[in-house]
């Protein structure tokens, strides 16, 4: 299996899809590469597009904001990444071929980074990783297994949803983010049983 640094060097170079050719940067993914806690957005805005960084603008000070208040811990110390890591033209939805083609890096991410909880943000990452066609509002509130693995996955709204949304899908999220504070405090499997 390649390691985070030949996936980000694959990634960089990658033209599996059309979404190639509308970016300025190929927006892999950052954070602490042994995360007990990774967080899987949708894909990268405009200003992720400019910066080559995920959740670099207004719902990543959000997701910030969150990761601190309600987990206690800074983005350095959780890994960050996207469905999709190339941005779609005028942020519109990514497209099922997109998603198929770019599901690859985000598989071996987390096969990698085997963390304890899967974050995922939003219908896209949530529906994607606990393979399902059910949205979001009704996927949140519980935790889901990630495929055959010990990984537990807390599915919660967008940041953005909340930035448009406001009261009530801020208070989701932050009840979200409480349970995978939860799952991160329980003691981890005895070792050989992932
Ligand atoms: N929204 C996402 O889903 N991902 C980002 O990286 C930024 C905004």
Known sequence: MPDLAQLRVDALACTRCPLAGGRTTVVFGEGDPHAALMVVGEGPGREEDLAGRPFVGRSGHLLDRLLLEEIGLRREQVYIANVVKCRPPGNRDPQPDEIAACRPY????????????????GNFSSKLLIATAEGITRLRGRTYPYRDTDAVIVPTYHPAAALRGGGTVLAGMRADFVRAKGILAAPAPPVGSR
């Open 106 to 121: 985000l598989e071996a991410q987390i096969d990698e980074i085997r963390p304890a909880v899967l974050m995922t943000l």
